[in-house]
């Protein structure tokens, strides 16, 4: 309606005619404006008609996805692990199945630590350092100066896999205070371990350079350590598995284990079918399809309300009641979640299809069809998962859906429609314009027929007075 109230205040009405020519050229402009309204509530209900297809699609692209996972041969193949000793944790990955294995823990891993000797500063003046790595790898460092901050510094920027702090350690004679420096490797395991020499790696090679934690009052606080675990302790089997870390990755195929202490005792580790996860993939296809369902059903119902003044009755339908392409698609999921798979329902592993059309989910059932049949079970889920994802994506596609593409070509008519809105505001101002421009002249005209009357009357009233 903006257009009808925009010139409004530049209109002036009728200084000779006294019309209310305001509010003439809006009634006008009013009638005039109809076809453009019905426009705008074209673009308006058309836009509700997309927001809900958008909706339906993107369930439907959500069904796609939870039957393309569930229809993989192995979508049931979830395992869970237990230990029995609470110093080990067991996680399953991707190729875990069924099985156990025994051990005993005989270390777990630790990092190197190393304290020197106690000092005020590093050295009277800046030379190099040198750290030796486990494989032999040495890196070279000078600091800034000889103060042990500068020192602790060049350590850690060095990139030699070893932290340096700067540790209080009391005072000597003279009440200077001084210091040791803590080195730590930054992993655990054997491969972490390392020596600090005073002295270039050239000192080091010739053995010219001293090794600062092998010095008076220096130590190896912690060793660098693997983790070990022994397969079939005791048995002429025995096998003894290291790890630079506490994680030891596939014992069995797809198991990671973690130890946290040493355990003498054998230590049992079992990797059983999640029945629970299991389930949940075949559920999670049941409700994906429940909510394409639901949300399609309730926007497809007619609902009446009745006015509790008035009494009227009003009934409205849902946006996409009517719409072919939403009801062909969930007729066809409806069809390929409840057919047959080699024979048999889906009813057998507890997807049931109630008389409304939905569907549940029965748990006893599907647990009792895994307990007693696991690959028939897993066939029947696969089967059913193919070819509703096969009809989920016939319809979701992000580029050739049928749903997606009845968006697209919703949005062109929104589209053409509000070239047509704009074509009509250009008509209707220049409507308006034409229209104030009529009325002007009007208001012309009239005045100078009232110059002409206000003359012809003072003439005549002047022959009038001539003649008596």
Known sequence: ???????SSLAIDGLVSGLKTTDL??????IEQVPQTLLKNKVTTTNSFISSLQTINGLVQTLASKASDAAKATSLDVFAATSSSAGVTATTGTGASAGSVRFTVGSTATAQVGVTAAMSTWSDAAGPLTIVRADGTQTTVTPASGSLDDTVSAINKSGAGVTA?????GTD??????????????????AGAFSLYRGSGADVTAGTAADVLAGTGAAVVTRAKDASVTLWAGTAAAQTVTSASNTFADLLPGLSVTVSQVSADPVTVSVAQDTTKAQ?????????????TAYYGSNTGVTSTTSPTTGTTTTTAGVLLGDATTRSAVQALSSAMSAPVNGKSPSSIGIVVTKDGDFTFDEDAFQ????????????MLSGVAASVGAVATSASDKYDGSITSAISGQQSVVKDLNTQIDSWTDRLTMRRATLQTQYAALETSLSKLQSQSSWLSGQLATLSSSSS
Do not use: W
């Open 25 to 30: 050229i809006n009634s006008l402009m009013s």
């Open 173 to 190: 004679t003279d009440g200077t205070k001084l210091y040791r420096l803590q080195l730590t490797s930054t992993t655990t395991g054997a």
């Open 280 to 292: 949940a993939v075949a559920k999670g296809l049941v409700d994906a399809m429940n909510a394409v």
């Open 1 to 7: 309606m903006s257009s009808v109230s925009s010139a």
């Open 165 to 169: 702090t700067k540790v209080a350690a």
């Open 368 to 379: 009792k069809a895994l307990a007693a049949d696991p690959a028939g079970t897993q066939a």
